[in-house]
């Protein structure tokens, strides 16, 4: 796998995608005599699938991969990841750091523009990043900008926008003030809840980002059409700066949630582009056509340690420890994965150029006959005779219910636990388990920004990621010292630590570390995919 390095950073996906309803129309329209009238007049048409409708357009509340996926082709932050990963500039063709690291200040470009033709400019930015930290929005990717001077005591509704390190110091300068110097800054503004919003635009209609007549771009591309939970039609932004590097002239996605129904779709030429069907792997896998890239994050469980038997950290080791990551990943997901055996993806570098994973070694590790015992001794401390009943719930995708059948009659087999599989709507299932109202549920993470705090800091108390109920104060305080660390190499020994006692404490086991796995046709070239989350059309191509 490829190492990222401290400061070589790519940023958050895909987590697995949300489920939604499947429409096995959904696309279908592309067949239409429209259509082909636009590839044979020469336009390039990319037909993709998003596999659900977007959680939201508005860049701070759409913190996932299907609403990334569209949002970082309409739009673009002061930086954006190149194709090597590595963050460029982008609406800022150039800024200045301050000596002690702690002010950036962005020169804007004179020729970014909106796709209403109006200039974008620093105003937008303090409106955007404001808007984002503001305790109204609940924004879930707000702890993302803790590093902005104020940030964090306005976000808690303790402080005011006043006080925020973010200043238009005119129309194309914009100034920002860090509570420390934050090596990853240039790649974590890269992220999609970091764009900027069309100010005026959002005043006059606070649910501008809702349809496609109101929605205003910045990016490569401009939205041209939404029918939702059937498909999106993006069209080339002419008033992008950088429009004479982008090929394609429409992208269509469609809402397919069921990989089966998406394969099918590519066979018979309705998509440019597929997942592969877990049950067609071992014949697909080694295709010429498949290209597998890296992606930084895992699959795992979360425990609700506030429901029984789960507030019982043996018993919780004893159902992680039942679970046989390898056979998971060789005759359940069969996707060339790697078993998870710690939070932290494979691929960091510490400042002795060792890897995070190798080095913290293997935390979680199948042991049928160390889970028997630890389960033994966790019902005796509760007073057991037998376990309260257990529901594992998973989002109502078919990836999604494999796995989940696989979990549970692994852990029946290897320590006797018999649960209950519950399938919830992608709709609800993120608000219920936000709620804790889920037992023990299935979940991902992928990174927003290539360093390990960005997995860890997922579990501090009172973090919107934890969803858990798990709290632990030794945990917090390593990852605060982590954050406040500057000599690198201490910080790495911090965060060994604290990914120690997470998976000690297990409040989560983890699965597999996800890659990408995508069979493309012939004629498609140049879509980038960002080990840490981020799809890029802008340099995307479709030959005749």
């Not at 996605?253 to 309705?270: I, L």
């Amino acid at each position: 796998m490829k190492k990222w390095g401290i400061f070589l950073f790519s940023i958050v996906m895909v987590l697995v995608l949300a489920a939604c309803t499947a429409n096995d129309e959904a696309g279908q329209e592309e067949q239409d005599e429209g259509v082909q009238s636009e590839e044979s007049g020469g336009e390039k048409v990319l037909r993709m699938n998003n596999g659900t409708e977007p959680t939201s357009m508005n860049p701070p509340i759409g913190f996932d991969a299907s609403s990334w996926n569209v949002l970082n082709n309409v739009m673009e932050g002061l930086t954006r990841l190149g194709q090597d990963d590595q963050p460029q500039e982008a609406m800022a063709e150039s800024w200045v750091v301050s000596e002690d690291g702690l002010t950036y200040t962005f020169s804007i470009r004179e020729d970014a523009n909106w796709s209403n033709g109006e200039p974008v400019t620093a105003e937008d930015f303090v409106y955007a990043w404001t808007y984002m930290l503001e305790p109204e929005t609940a924004s879930p990717a707000a702890f993302l900008a803790y590093f902005i001077e104020g940030a964090e005591t306005f976000n808690a509704g303790e402080g005011s926008a006043e006080d925020l390190g973010l200043e238009a110091v005119d129309e194309k300068t914009f100034e920002v003030t860090l509570t420390q110097p934050t090596g990853a800054f240039l790649n974590i503004i890269s992220n999609p809840s970091f764009f900027p919003v069309h100010k005026a635009t959002a005043e006059e209609n606070p649910e501008w980002f809702a349809e496609a007549d109101t929605f205003v771009a910045n990016g490569p591309f401009k939205l041209a059409a939404w029918e939702h939970d059937s498909e999106i039609v993006m069209e080339k932004n002419e008033e992008y700066w950088d429009a004479e590097t982008v090929k394609l002239d429409k992208v269509h996605w469609a809402m397919v949630s069921d990989t089966n129904t998406e394969y099918q779709m590519f066979e018979s030429g309705d998509l440019d582009m597929t997942e592969i069907p877990a049950d067609s792997a071992e014949q697909l896998i080694d295709s010429e056509n498949v290209v597998i890239e890296d992606q930084a994050g895992l699959a795992f469980y979360r425990f609700n340690v506030e429901e029984e038997p789960f507030q019982n950290k043996k018993i919780r080791q004893a159902i992680g420890k039942a679970v046989n990551q390898q056979e998971l990943v060789d005759y359940v997901t069969k996707m060339g994965e790697v078993p998870a055996t710690g939070f932290v993806s494979p691929g960091f570098e510490d400042a002795e150029g060792n890897d995070f994973r190798e080095t913290n070694g293997d935390l979680q590790t199948f042991d049928a006959e160390e889970a028997k015992r630890l389960l033994e001794e966790g019902m005796e401390e509760e007073g057991y005779d037998e376990l309260p009943a257990i529901t594992l719930t998973y989002s109502n995708t078919e990836s999604n219910r494999i796995v989940a059948e696989a979990i549970q009659q692994m852990v029946s087999q290897n320590i006797g636990v018999d649960m209950e599989l519950s399938a919830s709507e992608s709709n609800v299932f993120l608000d219920e388990q936000r709620a804790l109202q889920h037992q023990l549920s299935r979940s991902s993470f992928l990174h927003d920004y290539a360093d390990p705090v960005n997995a860890l800091e997922s579990f501090v108390t009172g973090s919107s990621m934890n969803r858990t109920g798990w709290s632990n104060e030794e945990y917090d305080q390593l990852i605060a010292d982590a954050k406040a660390e500057t000599d690198e190499q201490a910080r790495y020994e911090l965060l060994y630590e604290a990914e120690k006692l997470l998976m000690e404490e297990a409040p989560i086991f983890t699965l597999h570390y996800y890659n990408q796995v995508y069979l493309y046709a012939d004629n498609i070239s140049d879509v980038v995919r960002h080990p840490v989350g981020y799809l890029e059309l802008k340099w995307a191509d479709k030959e005749a």
